[in-house]
């Protein structure tokens, strides 16, 4: 089993920036993938960046040039900048954590942008 424990989120102007991070404890070395994906209002939940263990990444394209998805491995934490957020970034952002049999995900934390 894998838990995912999110921090980060929140109110922000649009133009601001804020940061997401999420830990993986368990049974990380079976992790494959690892990102968040995103859950606006009245939709389907969306993904967002994720990176493979391998440490490709790949990018909605709506988020591409503002976001970044970085990895520490030491502390099998992923952890999300958002820059230049805007209002239709709003949504409830979901880390999830992925193999070959399995997909976790955490408890999903709260981002809004103020226009």
């Known amino acids: 089993q894998v838990q995912l424990v999110e921090s980060g989120g929140g109110l922000v102007q649009a133009g601001g920036s804020l940061r997401l991070s999420c830990a993986a404890s368990?049974?990380?070395?079976?992790?494959?993938?690892m990102g968040w994906y995103r859950q606006p209002p009245g939709k389907q939940r969306e993904l967002v960046a994720v990176?493979?263990?391998?440490?490709?990444?790949n990018y909605a394209d709506s988020v591409k040039g503002r976001f970044t998805l970085s990895r520490d491995n030491a502390k099998n934490t992923v952890y999300l900048q958002m820059n230049s957020l805007k209002p239709e970034d709003t949504s409830v952002y979901y880390c999830?954590?992925?193999?070959?049999?399995?997909?976790?995900w955490g408890q999903g934390t709260q981002v809004t942008v103020s226009s």
């Open positions: 999830n954590a992925a193999g070959v049999t399995f997909s976790y």
């Open positions: 990176i493979t263990s391998h440490g490709r990444l």
């Open positions: 368990g049974s990380t070395a079976s992790i494959n993938v």
